[in-house]
């Protein structure tokens, strides 16, 4: 099960998230990759102590760079830069979310490269993008992604503080980005026969996360209030608890489509005549009144009873709000996929599987995340014998 990307050759020169997350996904799916990293190694070495994981584990780091190599190069050396050109120069993909600037001080930039290989496909993450004052400007995505492209502001209830961003969120969804270019720019390269610079930003992602948003302000020059669940317009569409403390999720986007539903959950059928709720405009108008009848009748019991009544109505979407413990125990997430296990030594460790699944050429990990610099005389020794 080698995966759709087998056979094709991929340099990281990656730091933190953005870049080994596409570089991990192309792993996924088969690619060897070569992960460049300086003598101390990518700093995402250090998360598992930044979390207070103490016996050596560091999940965040397996999840993005399990079955790669790892090769120290020191490109502060015209050694180590003589290197990584050499491993460019027979790549198919390059992927970095190293800033602009330094890598034309490396020799490492587009241009450059391509000198050597021009039909390498360059995949580029930055923070702010190519042009404008801050395109050199350092980021993480807390700041690109989630702080100035708006999620912070829109995820922030009138009054409070914005909520802290979840780890990486912004650099796996550039990342997932990034590969999607990738693999669109090596289609084009079967019929141009050259490779081509592929970028995208976490300002830009974080833009098109909430494109919604800001599309609507574009064509109107209006905003999208601030949902607060006390006061939502559409009933159907918002969060409840149920008896036993457990939230859920009601989904009901269509408002009259899947009124008489809830309706009948609820035993309120005389809601469906009810002048102050027959029409979406009527529910809107009262929301307030009926979220709080809502609210005491979803405290009577546990969610798993409601499930059982939620069960019977076809037209009652909704989910419940799960913890990870949830998810992990969600019989549904496993057979979704959403766990694989990759081979470490003598045993395998149950991990998050990449979003998506190829029935033809199905890929699975190969190996745990490599140690630092654990290939380097193997991918060295690879070199020199492409030399001679």
Avoid at 120 to 130: A, D, E, R, S
Wanted: proline share 6%; aromatic share 8%.
């Amino acid at each position: 099960m080698a995966g759709p990307m087998d056979g094709v050759k991929v340099v990281e020169l990656g730091v933190w998230v953005a870049a080994p997350a596409a570089g991990g996904i192309l792993a996924d799916w088969g690619a060897d990759v070569v992960k460049i990293e300086p003598p101390g190694g990518d700093p995402a070495r250090l998360f598992g102590r930044m979390l207070g994981i103490d016996d050596g584990t560091n999940p965040p780091f397996e999840m993005d760079n399990r079955s790669k190599r790892s090769i120290v190069l020191d490109l502060g050396t015209a050694d180590g830069r003589d290197i990584a050109l050499e491993l460019l120069t027979d790549a198919d993909v390059f992927i970095t979310n190293i800033r602009p600037g330094a890598l034309r001080r490396l020799g490492l930039d587009f241009q450059a490269v391509a000198a050597h290989n021009p039909r390498l496909v360059y995949g580029l993450i930055t923070g702010y993008g190519m042009g404008g004052p801050d395109a050199d400007r350092a980021a993480y995505d807390v700041a690109a992604f989630w702080a100035r492209a708006g999620l912070a502001h829109l995820l922030t209830r009138p009054g409070d503080t914005p909520p802290f961003q979840r780890g990486g969120m912004g650099d796996h969804t550039a990342g997932m980005t990034l590969v999607a270019g990738v693999c669109a720019a090596l289609v084009a390269r079967t019929r141009t026969g050259t490779g081509q610079l592929v970028t995208t930003s976490l300002y830009r992602q974080g833009a098109y996360t909430v494109s919604f948003d800001l599309n609507t302000f574009l064509l109107t020059g209006h905003s999208i209030a601030i949902g607060q669940r006390e006061s939502m317009a559409n009933p159907c569409m918002n969060n409840y608890v149920a008896g036993d403390g457990k939230r859920f999720w009601i989904v009901g986007l269509q408002g009259d489509r899947h009124w008489p539903a809830l309706c009948r959950a609820v035993g309120r059928s005389e809601w469906l005549t009810d002048p102050r709720f027959v029409y979406q405009r009527d529910r809107a108008a009262n929301a307030a009144e009926l979220i709080a009848q809502l609210d005491a009748i979803f405290a009577t019991k546990p969610l798993a009873e409601w499930a059982e009544v939620f069960a019977d109505e076809p037209d009652f979407f909704w989910s419940p709000i799960n913890t990870l413990e949830d998810v992990i125990a969600d019989d549904q997430f496993h057979a979704a996929g959403g766990i694989v296990y990759v081979p470490d030594g003598e045993s395998s460790a149950p991990m998050v599987a990449t979003p998506a699944d190829f029935h033809g050429t199905p890929w699975q990990p190969r190996s745990a995340a490599p140690q630092l610099g654990q290939h380097t005389d193997e991918i060295l020794a690879e070199l020199k014998a492409r030399r001679s």
